[in-house]
């Protein structure tokens, strides 16, 4: 299991995986608004997405759990 966590604060301005989609390393799963930029969050192994934990719009901070594979 692995998580991907927010590189930085901000605002997560789109979700691009569900729970269940299988990804791979270096595929886009969340785009965070920091600094009136969209940055874009590369999922740092493969595997099947088991929770997403947060919602478009929630603010989070650095170190944050945005998603959880397994």
Avoid: C, H, R, W
């Avoid at 940055?39 to 478009?56: I, L, T």
């Amino acid at each position: 299991m692995a998580n991907i966590e927010s590189p930085m604060a901000g605002k997560v301005f789109q979700i691009l995986v569900n729970v269940g989609d299988t990804i791979a390393e270096d595929d886009e799963v969340i785009i965070l608004e920091a600094l009136k930029m969209e940055n874009p969050v590369y999922a740092p192994e493969g595997g099947v997405v088991k929770e997403v934990q947060v919602k478009e719009g929630q603010q989070v901070g650095e170190g944050d759990v945005l998603v959880v594979l397994e």
